[in-house]
């Protein structure tokens, strides 16, 4: 079973930042678009943001003008970084993989909190 390993959740205050990371296996990185996604108690999963092999990114536009998507090749590594963090940020962050014709994969995700 393909894995993706996330870490960088927890607890951050108003205002503040965070990044997070997914580690996928180098034949997952290198041919699928990575990207995060959100799940707030009681809401449906939601598009944070993706970057595809070419390095085009989407944002969703709740977050598009304080997150940053990246990638590190050589680390196999997708991180997402974001400031200004609102209560409303907090959500569990899940790492995703995704090929057109084939299976989503996810990671298990990590929980962030936004609260003073």
């Known amino acids: 079973q393909v894995q993706l390993v996330e870490s960088g959740g927890g607890l951050v205050q108003p205002g503040g930042s965070l990044r997070l990371s997914c580690v996928a296996p180098?034949?997952?990185?290198?041919?699928?678009?990575m990207g995060w996604y959100r799940q707030a108690p009681g809401k449906q999963r939601e598009l944070v943001a993706t970057?595809?092999?070419?390095?085009?990114?989407n944002y969703a536009d709740s977050v598009k003008d304080r997150s940053t998507i990246s990638r590190d090749n050589a680390k196999n590594t997708v991180y997402l970084e974001m400031n200004s963090l609102k209560p409303e940020d907090t959500a569990v962050y899940y790492c995703?993989?995704?090929?057109?014709?084939?299976?989503?994969?996810w990671g298990q995700g990590t929980l962030v909190t936004v609260s003073s």
């Open positions: 995703n993989a995704n090929r057109p014709s084939r299976p989503q994969i």
């Open positions: 180098g034949n997952i990185f290198s041919f699928y678009i």
């Open positions: 970057y595809t092999i070419l390095g085009r990114t």
